[in-house]
């Protein structure tokens, strides 16, 4: 440790004992470490061990393992300036806690609405017309309400004509003291259904609203759809800012200057429990949206509303869901967000009920009041990796716009969006099919014994455009036809795992196989050859016993009726075997499970 100055201030550099680390250290020890482990070959190069720790993105963005001052991204500003990447205000003061109300029973979304005012809420999310409360109810479900503290913001879809006449005359507040969003959104509209959008009739509408209620935005550009069908990070950035521009186009055109038509906007975004990519997508859409109206002459911050992800929900041990929203509300009110909506556990179940309601304001009461998230600025800035992840992010999402546009626009292109979401959505069917994108208590340690959440159905979701897309459906559907075949014969489907040796030497292969057989809702008894009474068998153990009695035991399992031998462990190396086919880390757990009901069905 360095001794002090006494002529002048104090210096105590920290770790100043230690020598001097350097990348090619790092390089050095990470090397000998995949070496070791037999990862890295002995002729492979020094800069191996970084390109086999880097990982992918779906936008085609390498995420590597270090990151140092050598890969910094262009400068973020300052907080509540222009480019706005670090948060369109100079101070921290948190974000707006915003909770979505969709039963189609005015009197119950009235008590709801009330309720998470009156504890912690600070805005309503309201879905009015089809899926959601009737227009003719709009008044009932905010009665008590005050509008002129807690905006409302509406869902109203096709209908927001309708909807908004009707908010117009609830609102009991002075025109310039009423907040919110109207919800007008006729390319999200699109984007849901299909149907051609009503440019002209949203466009009369805003520019009504901005003469009439300043303080009140109009146009909701909502990201969502783009992120419910399986898009990536990118692909959503980039079609909401081609909705941003054509709304710019269509309010300017109309009379309004950009400035006045930018207010009017609100932007909605997806927030995922990847929570850097989370943080990079609201920063970077910050700075992608600033462009814009940069070049159109009055450079605007972009106000965010960021909703935690409902294609990352289960309905298979939806608990977990509680730990996966808690993340991404991390992740938006780190990222910047101007308000969050945590969506409930079991959102994909059905309706939530008071404690899921409580559950997901909680998440952020915790986020706001107790860890005093919202107090600090920015703070992921300065990460040389969140600050070159947001850069990679926003030429991604800022390229992908561009080709919307030479394109036509997202309405003209439609095509082109819809055929580039679902190529992302195959790629990304594959890596959960393979469980390299692993879902905890779905694809990943299942519980066949959990007790199933039941709540009151959704009301029906618009179709006809974008599909809506959950990861875990999937697996979730295999569980669904193993319920089916429990209920009528009274007992699941089941693999039966022949173990060879004891607990110790079969453990691993083992809970691997149960692991992978139960995400299908398939039972896995275990025991030797001779318990096995029939049906379709794995064999599990280590590699020394694979060598001496593997084909013995595949042999045996047959010569006892089984009709279908699995094995754990690797095709190539145990072909011999006479096994009919492998479960492996990496093999496609979807096919291999559709195979074992085949199996299963034929020997009924």
């Known amino acids: 440790m360095t001794t002090p100055s006494t002529t002048g201030p104090a210096e105590l550099p920290l770790a100043a004992e230690f020598p001097q680390a350097d990348r090619a250290q790092w390089r050095r020890s990470v090397e000998s470490v995949l070496r070791k482990s037999g990862v890295l070959g002995e002729g492979q190069q020094h800069d191996s061990a970084e390109d086999l720790l880097a990982t992918t993105t779906y936008d085609g963005i390498t995420i590597s393992p270090l990151y140092t001052a050598s890969d910094g991204a262009p400068s973020s500003g300052f907080p509540g300036l222009a480019p706005y990447v670090r948060g369109s205000r100079p101070a921290g003061q948190g974000w707006d806690v915003r909770q979505r109300h969709a039963d189609p029973d005015a009197a119950v979304t009235n008590r709801e609405v009330l309720a998470d005012l009156e504890n912690g809420a600070g805005s309503v999310w309201l879905v009015v017309g089809d899926g959601g409360v009737p227009i003719s109810g709009l008044g009932d479900a905010l009665n008590g309400v005050y509008l002129d503290l807690a905006a409302v913001v509406l869902d109203a879809g096709p209908e927001f004509a309708a909807a908004a006449e009707a908010y117009f005359e609830v609102l009991d507040v002075p025109s310039s003291a009423a907040?919110?969003?109207?919800?007008?959104?006729?390319?999200?509209?699109?984007?849901?259904?299909?149907?051609?959008?009503?440019?002209?009739?949203?466009?009369?509408?805003?520019?009504?609203?901005?003469?009439?209620?300043?303080?009140?935005?109009?146009?909701?550009?909502?990201?969502?759809?783009?992120?419910?069908?399986?898009?990536?990070?990118?692909?959503?950035?980039?079609?909401?800012?081609?909705?941003?521009?054509?709304?710019?186009?269509?309010?300017?055109?109309?009379?309004?200057?950009?400035?006045?038509?930018?207010?009017?906007?609100?932007?909605?975004?997806?927030?995922?429990?990847?929570?850097?990519?989370?943080?990079?997508?609201?920063?970077?859409?910050?700075?992608?949206?600033?462009?814009?109206?940069?070049?159109?002459?009055?450079?605007?911050a972009q106000l965010q509303h960021a909703v935690t992800s409902s294609a990352m929900l289960t309905q298979r041990d939806p608990w977990v869901n509680m730990l996966r929203t808690t993340l991404a509300c991390f992740a938006a009110g780190t990222g910047g967000a101007d308000a969050?909506?945590?969506?409930?556990?079991?959102?994909?179940?059905?309706?939530?009920?008071?404690?899921?309601?409580?559950?997901?304001?909680?998440?952020?009461?915790?986020?706001?009041?107790?860890?005093?998230?919202?107090?600090?600025?920015?703070?992921?800035?300065?990460?040389?990796?969140?600050?070159?992840?947001?850069?990679?992010?926003?030429?991604?999402?800022?390229?992908?716009?561009?080709?919307?546009?030479?394109?036509?626009?997202?309405?003209?292109?439609?095509?082109?969006?819809?055929?580039r979401l679902a190529a992302t959505w195959a790629r990304r069917g594959e890596n959960i099919a393979h469980r390299k994108d692993a879902l905890t208590g779905v694809s990943e340690f299942p519980n066949l014994a959990e007790k199933p959440v039941r709540r009151k159905p959704l009301p029906a979701v618009p179709t006809g455009g974008l599909p809506r897309v959950r990861y875990a459906q999937a697996f979730e559907e295999l569980r669904d036809r193993s319920d089916a075949v429990l209920a009528e014969t009274g007992a699941r489907p089941k693999v039966f795992l022949a173990t060879l040796g004891p607990v110790a030497v079969h453990t691993g292969r083992s809970s691997f196989a149960a692991n992978l057989f139960n995400a299908g809702g398939i039972e896995t008894p275990a025991g030797s050859v001779a318990e096995f009474d029939g049906g379709v068998a794995c064999v599990c153990s280590s590699d020394k016993l694979y060598a001496e009695e593997a084909a013995e035991t595949v042999a045996a399992l047959k010569a006892a009726g089984a009709t279908h031998v699995f094995l754990a462990g690797s095709p190539t190396k145990w072909a011999e075997t006479g096994a009919d086919a492998f479960v492996f880390a990496g093999c496609d757990a979807l096919s291999v499970l559709h195979s074992t009901y085949r199996q299963l069905e034929a020997n009924r």
């Open 179 to 300: 907040i919110g969003n109207l919800g007008i959104d006729p390319l999200g509209v699109h984007a849901r259904t299909g149907v051609a959008p009503d440019l002209d009739a949203a466009v009369a509408l805003a520019v009504r609203t901005s003469q009439a209620y300043p303080k009140l935005r109009a146009i909701v550009v909502d990201a969502l759809p783009y992120h419910d069908a399986g898009g990536s990070d990118a692909e959503e950035l980039g079609c909401s800012i081609a909705a941003g521009v054509t709304y710019l186009r269509a309010l300017t055109a109309a009379g309004l200057d950009v400035a006045a038509a930018a207010q009017l906007l609100e932007f909605r975004y997806a927030a995922t429990a990847d929570q850097f990519m989370t943080i990079a997508k609201l920063r970077a859409a910050r700075r992608l949206w600033t462009r814009v109206t940069e070049v159109s002459g009055a450079a605007s």
């Open 340 to 419: 969050v909506t945590v969506q409930t556990f079991d959102a994909a179940i059905g309706l939530p009920d008071p404690f899921s309601r409580r559950i997901a304001r909680n998440t952020q009461a915790l986020l706001l009041e107790e860890s005093h998230l919202g107090q600090v600025i920015d703070p992921a800035g300065g990460s040389w990796y969140v600050e070159r992840l947001t850069d990679d992010l926003a030429r991604a999402g800022w390229a992908w716009f561009q080709e919307i546009e030479r394109a036509g626009g997202l309405v003209s292109g439609a095509s082109l969006v819809q055929e």
